[in-house]
């Protein structure tokens, strides 16, 4: 109880402000973000293996595609789909927005935890322990025993 009074009496200190405007800002840049998908798109090149067909030809080969695959994991689990040519663009327009996400809740994660090392792990201020020395950690009744 008596960290929580320490932590309400505390004045914010002008890093602490600096860092919750920063948070707020990239809070309303995640607010801003458009459409978004994990994953990375890959051009796949695919032989049918038909007999006669051009992809099989010993000389100059010409495979099939090129075909869009996007491959991204969910849950745990590996997901791969093939994407329509004509939506390849927009498909990696959201993967950008993803990075772009990912990158802003990793900055947030990291001012979160600067803010907390400022709120809770500063030298405590007007409480002093004498000489400069830990209290101690036994409980009073061994304290007791010990003496």
């Not at 010409?62 to 791969?80: D, E, S, T, W």
């Not at 990075?99 to 405590?124: H, M, V």
Request: hydrophobic share 30%.
């Amino acid at each position: 109880m008596a960290m929580l009074y320490i932590i309400s009496d505390m004045k914010p200190t002008p890093s602490l402000v600096s860092l919750e405007s920063e948070i707020a800002a990239v809070r309303q840049t995640l607010l801003a973000l458009g459409p978004m998908h994990p994953g990375s798109v890959s051009r796949q090149y695919q032989v049918c293996g038909r007999p006669g067909c051009r992809c099989l030809h010993p000389q100059h080969p010409q495979r099939h595609g090129p075909y869009y695959k996007l491959a991204y994991v969910h849950r745990g689990r590996p997901v791969c789909r093939f994407v329509r040519a004509d939506c390849a663009t927009e498909v990696k327009k959201r993967l950008a927005v993803y990075k772009t996400f990912r990158r802003l809740i990793d900055r947030w994660i990291e001012l979160s935890i600067r803010r907390g090392q400022t709120e809770f792990f500063r030298p405590p201020t007007g409480r002093s322990t004498s000489a400069g020395h830990r209290p101690s950690r036994l409980n009073p009744a061994r304290k007791r025993r010990l003496s």
